[in-house]
């Protein structure tokens, strides 16, 4: 089945921007997202791109996509503290139930 | 729109104990998930409904696990004779379907099992 890795924290001043890195295995993957969850919250869906992409910018939220290397990036810019939370990347197929496969989370840490 | 809402938030339990989680979904929303979360892990998928069709079921779901959507709209999650290893949160997402890939979670059922 679908293998998602993602790097457990980074940590960044508030104000820079920060990286978020994730791979996965299954090259058919057909949508990959990026989720946002606070603490005991539920997840909320920052954005997504599909796999016939190479980028997506929406506001401070830049996805790049590799796909020969099935590798997916989130980048932030402007780094605020609000932006301290988990988040996770997931990927799915298209055709039937789009249930997406989740990686462990990235923990951001955004210090003053 | 007041997105999904799950009732309860948190619930701790005694092993051996039955319990039942409900997931309203966003109206107009036919597709529901069910998902396990555990501590420093993501979402795992549990199963998911196309209005009042189970369509699907993961390994991960026991036969202590149970599932209902009656009528289409809201979601019951049952657990019978809860073991330990059951404690997690228990999160729900709906999404339109037909094409419409985009789930929105729930803020999630805390389960401590002692």
């Known amino acids: 089945g679908e293998d998602v890795e993602q790097s457990l924290f980074l940590s960044v001043r508030e104000g820079d921007s920060s990286v978020i890195n994730c791979t996965y295995t299954d090259s058919s993957s057909t949508y990959l997202y990026w989720y946002k969850q606070e603490p005991g919250a539920g997840l909320q869906l920052l954005t997504y791109i599909f796999s016939n992409m190479d980028m997506k910018q929406d506001q401070r939220l830049t996805v790049l996509l590799n796909k020969k290397d099935k590798h997916l990036s989130l980048r932030i810019a402007d780094t605020q503290t609000g932006d301290s939370a988990i988040y996770f990347c997931a990927v799915g197929q298209s055709g039937g139930s789009y249930i997406p496969t989740f990686g462990r989370g990235t923990s951001l840490i955004v210090h003053p | 729109d007041t997105g999904v809402s799950q009732d309860p938030r948190h619930k701790i339990t005694k092993r051996g104990q039955n319990v039942t989680f409900r997931c309203d979904p966003i109206?107009?929303?036919?597709?529901l998930y069910w998902y396990r979360q555990t501590l420093g892990q993501g979402p795992e998928f549990l199963t998911y409904?196309?209005?009042?069709?189970?369509?699907?079921k993961s390994r991960l779901l026991s036969d202590r696990f149970s599932a209902e959507r009656p009528k289409g709209s809201f979601s019951t999650l049952e657990i019978q004779r809860t073991e330990q290893g059951d404690s997690a949160m228990y999160l729900c997402?709906?999404?339109?379907?037909?094409?419409?890939?985009?789930?929105?979670f729930g803020p999630g059922t805390r389960l401590t099992v002692t």
């Open positions: 409904f196309q209005n009042e069709a189970q369509l699907e």
């Open positions: 109206s107009e929303h036919n597709r």
């Open positions: 997402a709906s999404s339109l379907g037909a094409g419409i890939h985009e789930q929105y």
